[in-house]
């Protein structure tokens, strides 16, 4: 899987960021099937008020098909170290 870092991924002021990673068993782009050791966990940066796309693009780049990818309320297991890169602080305070 490749990972491009020529944009700005970082979440908007509109956006939620929600954790994913990809269902046990689905099919990866070779066509293998999804086994644990590819179940890094990713961030997504989501349009609040909006659906879920079918296409997803995680804060890293890397493209996921919703079909193949469960949203997950906690991290459980390894977080995908390019995600958490540009995962925002919190706002600055103004003094």
Do not use: K, S, W
């Not at 991924?9 to 999804?34: I, K, T």
């Amino acid at each position: 899987m490749t990972h491009t870092h020529t944009t700005d991924r970082r979440p908007r002021h509109d956006h939620r960021v929600v954790a994913a990673r990809l269902r046990l068993g689905a099919a990866r782009p070779d066509g293998r099937p999804v086994g644990e050791r590819d179940r890094e966990v990713h961030f997504l940066a989501l349009p609040d008020g909006t659906p879920t796309q079918l296409q997803l693009t995680t804060l890293c780049g890397q493209h996921l098909n919703r079909e193949a990818v469960e949203l997950i309320d906690t991290i459980t297991g390894m977080p995908c170290a390019l995600c958490l890169a540009h995962i925002p602080g919190p706002p600055a305070q103004r003094a």
